[in-house]
């Protein structure tokens, strides 16, 4: 005889749960699907890399509760090394070149981490941002940067030796893919034991001590994990605009992609995906506006607005209603 088996209330909840995310997923990959037909490829293409940049933020702050302030660090030296490589040497492909510009991330990452990782609280924002202006004012002094001028003419070459990325389209769906990968890696992270164990640091270090995790290296190897892919939206970002520069590196774009988590839900794996992509809107559109000087106002008065009225962000307010309505 077969025994049946009987599912309990929190896990009919759960299963319900699972396929209402499991929908919503097939439905946002449907929509990145045929996007590119509907609106602008590169502008499409700009808020995949920001978005990758602020997931990639958010798995530092959101889940580790640290705070950077100098992630512009290493989106800048992924976009730098990928277009070094790219414009020295034609015969690389850019998803090699995507790579050395990540690999380039992840070490730097590794020696940031290793520095501030010690530090807590506010000393470790300030450690971070001493670090990322250090290399700010390096990209400015060396000579294979193009110094104010950033670096130009990136060619966009050919995927696998294959498929040309100067159509749009095609790029598009190549940045697509990246940002899908970035985002699986993210998610598997942060849903693994792993991912358990820091926000069980981020909550209470001391209780994490005791229990005898070493948090440093549970700390370090977020640190690592999230330069790595800031540095892959970096590198991606280069080859969409065939230009690496010093605005990707400025202190400014660390604290964009802090606002950007902020808006759309810190520690939430699609609030930093909303959050890019009202920010990279409103950029876009008043730019193009008489209101063009006033961005950073305007971008600045929104984020007041929105912390004062929903602390959770945009996405953390909606999972807060859809927990309250859909039990």
């Known amino acids: 005889m077969s025994a049946t088996r009987t599912l309990t209330p929190a896990m009919k909840l759960r299963r319900k749960a699972k396929v209402r995310r499991n929908i919503l997923y097939l439905v946002l990959l449907a929509i990145a699907l045929v996007a590119p037909f509907v609106a602008y490829p590169v502008f499409l293409m700009k808020l995949l890399c920001f978005a990758l940049f602020a997931c990639a933020f958010n798995l530092l702050l959101g889940y580790a509760g640290l705070l950077s302030f100098g992630h512009a660090a290493f989106l800048a030296t992924?976009?730098?090394?990928?277009?070094?490589?790219?414009?020295?040497?034609p015969g690389l492909t850019p998803e090699l070149g995507i790579l050395i510009g990540t690999l380039a991330s992840v070490v730097l990452g590794t020696l940031f981490g290793a520095l501030a990782i010690r530090r807590q609280g506010i000393y470790f924002a300030m450690v971070t941002l001493a670090l990322s202006q250090m290399m700010f004012f390096f990209f400015i002094q060396a000579p294979f940067t193009g110094g104010e001028d950033g670096l130009h003419g990136v060619p966009r070459g050919e995927l696998f030796g294959i498929i040309s990325l100067d159509n749009n389209i095609n790029m598009y769906y190549f940045v697509l893919a990246v940002f899908l990968i970035g985002f699986a890696i993210i998610r598997r992270a942060v849903h693994s034991p792993y991912g358990q164990v820091l926000r069980a640091i981020r909550e209470n270090e001391p209780r994490a001590v005791s229990l005898g995790y070493n948090v440093d290296a549970y700390k370090l190897v977020a640190f690592v994990l999230s330069a790595g892919l800031a540095g892959l939206a970096?590198?991606?970002?280069?080859?969409?605009?065939?230009?690496?520069s010093l605005t990707d590196a400025h202190w400014h774009m660390s604290g964009e992609v802090i606002l950007m988590t902020l808006l759309g839900g810190v520690g939430t794996l699609f609030g930093p995906l909303v959050g890019a992509g009202v920010v990279v809107s409103l950029q876009t559109q008043l730019a193009q506006s008489p209101l063009g000087n006033w961005v950073s106002v305007i971008l600045g008065a929104i984020f007041v607005i929105c912390v004062l009225s929903f602390r959770s962000g945009i996405v953390g307010e909606i999972q807060k209603v859809v927990k309250k309505n859909f039990k």
């Open 78 to 89: 992924g976009g730098y090394f990928t277009g070094i490589m790219l414009a020295s040497y």
């Open 234 to 244: 970096g590198s991606t970002k280069t080859v969409v605009f065939q230009l690496a």
